[in-house]
């Protein structure tokens, strides 16, 4: 049965709803919905429901449901001063290598952007979910990957 009114893959309720109410949600159930938490008798545990928000969020920043997140202009405002427009200027962090990009992982860079790593400062209070994984992308695509 279809919820009316609700776009799971609108950037605006995603952000809306932030990560841990999603989670949550996906867990142990809401209104109409069917929990699918292990506790509550189904297939996911926490960090499969995590998995799944954070898909959802990237499909919806990907197809511009976030705002339209452009991440090359979001890693040119907070990201290339230090890391460099090519992303080659730190010797440990090369951000225009394929190879290094995909050993992190989108979860792995996307914390770093967010909570920061290192030397590097979080950058979760200026740069919201959607606008990390657009930064994400935008790397990959960059690196020659995606």
Not at 23 to 42: D, H, K, S, V
Not at 75 to 82: F, I, L, V
């Amino acid at each position: 049965k279809r919820v009316t009114n609700l776009d799971i893959f609108s950037g605006k309720f995603l952000e809306d709803q932030g990560e841990g109410v999603l989670t949550m949600t996906i867990l142990g159930g809401r209104g109409g919905m069917p929990a699918f938490g292990e506790e509550n008798g189904g297939p996911l545990d926490i960090k499969k429901a995590k998995s799944l928000v954070q898909y959802l969020q990237s499909s919806a920043a990907a197809a511009g449901g976030a705002g339209g997140a452009d991440g090359k202009a979001l890693y040119a405002k907070n990201c290339a001063a230090c890391h460099g427009d090519s992303g080659k200027s730190l010797a440990n962090a090369d951000l225009g290598s394929k190879d290094y990009l995909a050993k992190r992982g989108d979860v792995g860079l996307m914390e770093a952007i967010l909570k920061g790593k290192g030397g590097m400062p979080a950058l979760g209070g200026s740069v919201s979910q959607g606008d990390a994984q657009a930064i994400v992308d935008y790397l990959k695509k960059a690196a020659g990957g995606q």
